[in-house]
């Protein structure tokens, strides 16, 4: 299973690797049954708090009513408190790196024991990959994104591969030139998340750092992962703890209501891909969009199952091409990454303008590495 292991991990194999390309196009070669994904199963959770410090608890979990079917009419002005939100410092945030599920995964390796290993202190983690779900909704749309590039840095620990996503330069200046409409729609998705949380004060602000995160494993053929994500919420009527079945949760999004046809051809291109490729991968059976106008109001609820998503985007985007490319560019990950040192980089990266894919080996660098001495040393003693 684990094709890499008999190579020879010393420094200078991590070089062989070096510049190795990933052919992105053409999409079609993906074009073939989808690989095998095993149902997620949900392994635990923790909440980060409005200073995005660690709980290893359900305090964010969010509990979101769902009684009503398909469509429901609201009146939900997503402009109210605007100025009390306490905005996300992504500045901040993005250098977490992998720091949050790190905590989880030293606080939890008893749930790595495997039936050989029960007896014997821990070695490895027994999965191919740990990463953010974002990452890989990212992989998954990468056959269909011809604009944005991205970068993903790689280290291999004890057999399993962490992958971390760093910001390119260009959204680095997106996002550092984003006009103030672009702000306040992002602060409009927060709000929206609100007016649906039972129980919830639309006249009080929303800290946007608050986040609750699920802990998941799966395998896509080959690939065992483990992977966190930020779930919107609960439905209540449906949700248990502990043994959380993961079809109780739902991805709330907001989305312009489609006035013209291109409206809703965007819509269906663009959103429904992303927003299957992001609860797909979490098992999340629903997503719940609220249209908004462009002053932010929103009138309409409309439930989509991740499940038909992409026959009402009749075809313009293929589950199986994005899934047979992820598994494909998880293998070529495994192939270019040989070293097995938690200080050691790989970087694998997508230009913008939909080019191919990079492996570049940058040994020891620290402005790439994002492991943890604090992980590292303690993880397996
Ligand atoms: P929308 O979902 O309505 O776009 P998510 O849907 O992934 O749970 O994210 C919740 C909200 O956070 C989004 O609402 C959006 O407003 C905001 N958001 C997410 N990612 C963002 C990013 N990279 N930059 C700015 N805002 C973001
Ligand atoms: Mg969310
Ligand atoms: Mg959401």
């Known amino acids: 299973r684990r094709e890499t292991r008999d190579l020879s991990t010393n420094r200078d194999s991590g070089k062989d690797n070096n510049g190795a390309q990933f052919q992105v196009h053409p999409r079609n070669k993906y074009d073939h049954d989808a690989p095998l994904f095993r149902r997620p199963m949900f392994v635990g959770d923790f909440s980060l708090d409005g200073k995005r410090r660690f709980y290893h608890d359900k305090r964010n979990l969010h509990y979101i009513s769902m009684d009503w079917q398909t469509s429901k009419k609201v009146d939900y002005d997503l402009n109210v408190a605007m100025d009390k939100m306490i905005r996300k410092n992504f500045e901040e945030t993005k250098t977490e790196k992998l720091d949050r599920l790190l905590e989880w995964i030293l606080q939890n390796l008893y749930k790595f024991q495997t039936k050989d290993s029960s007896d014997k202190p821990l070695k490895c983690l027994s999965t191919d990959f740990?990463?953010?779900?974002?990452?890989?909704?990212?992989?998954?749309?990468?056959?269909?994104?011809?604009?944005?590039?991205?970068?993903?840095?790689?280290?291999?620990?004890?057999?399993?591969?962490?992958?971390?996503?760093?910001?390119?330069?260009?959204?680095?200046?997106?996002?550092?030139?984003?006009?103030?409409?672009?702000?306040?729609?992002s602060a409009w998705g927060y709000k929206f998340e609100q007016y649906m949380t039972d129980g919830s004060d639309p006249t009080k602000g929303v800290n946007e750092n608050e986040?609750?995160?699920?802990?998941?494993?799966?395998?896509?053929?080959?690939?065992?992962?483990?992977?966190?994500?930020?779930?919107?919420?609960?439905?209540?009527?449906?949700?248990?703890?502990?043994?959380?079945?993961?079809?109780?949760?739902?991805?709330?999004?907001?989305?312009?209501?489609?006035?013209?046809?291109?409206?809703?051809?965007?819509?269906?291109?663009?959103?429904?891909?992303?927003?299957?490729?992001?609860?797909?991968?979490?098992?999340?059976?629903?997503?719940?969009?609220?249209?908004?106008?462009?002053?932010?109001?929103?009138?309409?609820?409309?439930?989509?199952?991740?499940?038909?998503?992409?026959?009402?985007?009749?075809?313009?985007?293929?589950?199986?091409?994005?899934?047979?490319?992820?598994?494909?560019?998880?293998?070529?990950?495994?192939?270019?990454?040989?070293?097995?040192?938690?200080?050691?980089?790989?970087?694998?990266?997508?230009?913008?303008?939909?080019?191919?894919?990079?492996?570049?080996?940058?040994?020891?660098?620290?402005?790439?590495?994002?492991?943890?001495?604090?992980?590292?040393?303690?993880?397996?003693?």
């Open 211 to 381: 986040e609750y995160c699920c802990v998941i494993r799966s395998r896509l053929e080959s690939h065992s992962l483990v992977y966190g994500a930020e779930v919107d919420g609960a439905d209540p009527s449906t949700y248990k703890t502990p043994h959380s079945d993961l079809k109780s949760f739902v991805e709330l999004k907001t989305g312009k209501e489609p006035v013209q046809d291109r409206d809703y051809r965007a819509l269906c291109r663009f959103k429904l891909m992303k927003w299957w490729s992001q609860s797909y991968l979490v098992g999340i059976p629903r997503v719940v969009c609220g249209f908004r106008n462009t002053d932010g109001k929103v009138h309409t609820l409309k439930t989509y199952d991740v499940e038909e998503m992409s026959s009402i985007a009749q075809d313009h985007w293929k589950p199986e091409i994005m899934l047979n490319f992820l598994n494909k560019f998880l293998e070529f990950v495994k192939t270019c990454v040989q070293v097995d040192d938690p200080e050691a980089v790989y970087k694998f990266q997508r230009e913008c303008n939909g080019g191919d894919i990079s492996c570049t080996y940058l040994g020891h660098d620290p402005q790439w590495a994002f492991m943890p001495k604090w992980y590292y040393e303690k993880a397996f003693s």
């Open 130 to 185: 740990v990463c953010f779900r974002g990452l890989l909704t990212e992989l998954l749309c990468t056959p269909y994104e011809s604009k944005e590039g991205w970068i993903i840095c790689a280290t291999k620990f004890r057999d399993t591969i962490y992958l971390c996503a760093y910001e390119t330069p260009e959204k680095q200046s997106q996002r550092e030139n984003a006009t103030e409409l672009q702000k306040t729609m």
